[in-house]
């Protein structure tokens, strides 16, 4: 009996050890993704307050399955998941729209180190936006205006100018197309984006104005315009693997390996 009851007493003991030993790493791990969780919603916050952006949600992040105790001794995170709302304002006080903001965005990553905490590293990430089209709307307008100042003295290029003003610009998903208004629906110029060799091209439909073929000029201005605008609402660094058309926004699909979290110039991951 004596020998029985010591046997039970080194059992509860050892049972105690393994219960504490289980809390303190279920702490531990609870604490680790509240911290990054929200590092990630207050570097979120710092950015959009920056650029003078209201924020009505916050960001998620999600770890999977593996332990970020154990990521934290091997240095490396086996998947990170990152949803962020989109923070895009379009004002239209004067003339020309201001943009503030960003598009909303998924960023899954995949064996991200982290030995260096200033310079994360993913191993690969893959990005999703969807780029709304009063954004690229805006975006036209702007550098098309920045090249209307640019100080071309050629008089048929500044009337044409003049003339060929972008109103509208409608996502088409039944034709895979952007299509773009001139001058309240005097024509009507159809694009199709496609990915090539890892960046973004189009394909320009025909187009008319006033019964006249629409200027190749115009049609270069116009896809030099929207090329900046969907290279703006992305990360630089990354590549284009796939461009969608939904109704009232495009969605960009863009992949990129050994990617330094620090290079990632859309602002969407601000914080991590």
């Known amino acids: 009996m004596p020998r029985s009851s010591g046997s039970s007493l080194v059992w509860k003991f050892l049972v105690g050890i ?79 729209p201001e943009i503030k903001g960003q598009p909303a965005a998924h960023l899954s990553l995949t064996d991200l180190s982290i030995s260096d905490p200033n310079n994360p590293v993913a191993a690969s990430l893959r990005a999703v936006s ?20 640019s100080g071309d003295t050629n008089v048929g290029a500044q009337l044409m ?5 972008v109103t509208d610009i409608t996502s088409n998903p ?21 990915p090539q060799d890892g960046a973004l091209s189009f394909e320009a439909m025909g187009a008319t104005l006033f019964g006249f073929d ?12 929207l090329k900046q605008s969907l290279s703006e609402a992305t990360s630089e660094g990354m590549r284009l693997d796939n461009v969608e058309v939904l109704d009232n926004a495009v969605r960009l699909t863009l992949t990129g390996n050994n990617v330094r ?12």
């Open 18 to 96: 393994l219960v504490a030993i289980l809390v303190v790493l279920l702490v531990a791990e609870f604490g680790l993704r509240w911290f990054i969780g929200n590092q990630l919603r207050d570097g979120f916050r710092e950015d959009a307050q920056a650029n003078g952006v209201a924020v009505t949600e916050d960001p998620s992040i999600s770890f999977g399955a593996t332990p970020l105790v154990f990521s934290v001794l091997t240095g490396n995170v086996k998947s990170v998941d990152i949803d962020t709302p989109s923070t895009l304002e379009i004002l239209h006080q004067d003339a020309l």
């Open 261 to 272: 979290l620090s290079e990632v110039s859309s602002g969407t991951i601000s914080g991590l």
């Open 174 to 194: 039944s034709e895979n197309t952007i299509d773009v208004e001139f001058t309240d629906g005097a024509a009507q110029l159809r694009l199709r984006p496609v």
């Open 161 to 165: 100018q003049q003339l060929i003003k």
């Open 130 to 149: 969807e780029v709304p089209d009063d954004y690229l709307l805006a975006t036209v307008q702007i550098s098309m205006a920045e090249q209307m100042d």
């Open 214 to 225: 629409l200027p190749e000029q115009v049609t270069t201005m116009i896809t030099d315009s």
